[in-house]
């Protein structure tokens, strides 16, 4: 979990780096901020947890930070999607951040491709408002991450990347 939170700490600040709109940058720099506090934390907890054994206590507070990280990575992914739809200057020949880029640009294209496909599906009623029922939702990054295929063999045991592995080679 922690090594996964650290890969979204990367991912957010190439993004970050990268996004044109001052505004969403500066709010996904603030979520990656916390998400790599609370990596940390979540490090520190787990550490003490293994060398003091069993207790109820700790188990809940490993859980509370388990849970926090998963929130503070959602928010991350949330401040990610609303910098892509802002739009994303060209990154560099860094391939790490090539792969970023790619991974974005196939999400803002599935989120085109769904908006499309509703303006074309006539599911509104006589008002013209979007019904409830049947609509399917937009993509989200969250959705793109959760589709990659897991890789756990590939995946270093430290959250820097060695040689030959990028920042998406990681499953979330």
């Known amino acids: 979990m922690v090594s996964d939170g650290q890969v979204v700490v990367k ?3 190439i993004l970050a780096k990268h996004c044109l709109d001052q505004r969403c940058s500066m709010e996904l720099l603030r979520a990656t901020e916390h998400t790599q506090s609370i990596s940390s934390q979540l490090s520190i907890v ?3 947890k293994a060398v003091t054994g069993e207790s109820k206590a700790s188990s809940e507070l490993l859980l509370s930070n388990v849970q926090n990280l998963i929130q503070a990575v959602q928010h991350v992914l949330r ?5 892509c739809v802002k739009g994303l200057g ?4 860094d391939p790490e951040e090539e792969e970023v880029a790619a ?10 491709h769904h908006r499309a496909k509703e303006a074309l599906n006539s599911d509104r009623d006589e008002l013209g408002l979007r019904k409830t ?3 399917k939702a937009e993509p989200t990054l969250m959705s793109l ?5 897991p890789r756990s063999r590939n995946i270093p045991k430290h959250p820097s990347p060695r040689k030959g592995h990028t920042i998406m080679d990681r499953h979330l």
């Open 79 to 83: 401040a990610a999607e609303a910098a």
């Open 11 to 13: 991912f957010g600040n």
């Open 145 to 149: 991450v959760q589709e990659q295929p």
């Open 103 to 112: 991974f974005c640009q196939q999400w803002r294209k599935n989120l085109t």
């Open 46 to 48: 787990a550490r003490v």
């Open 133 to 135: 029922r049947g609509a």
């Open 90 to 93: 060209q990154p560099p020949a």
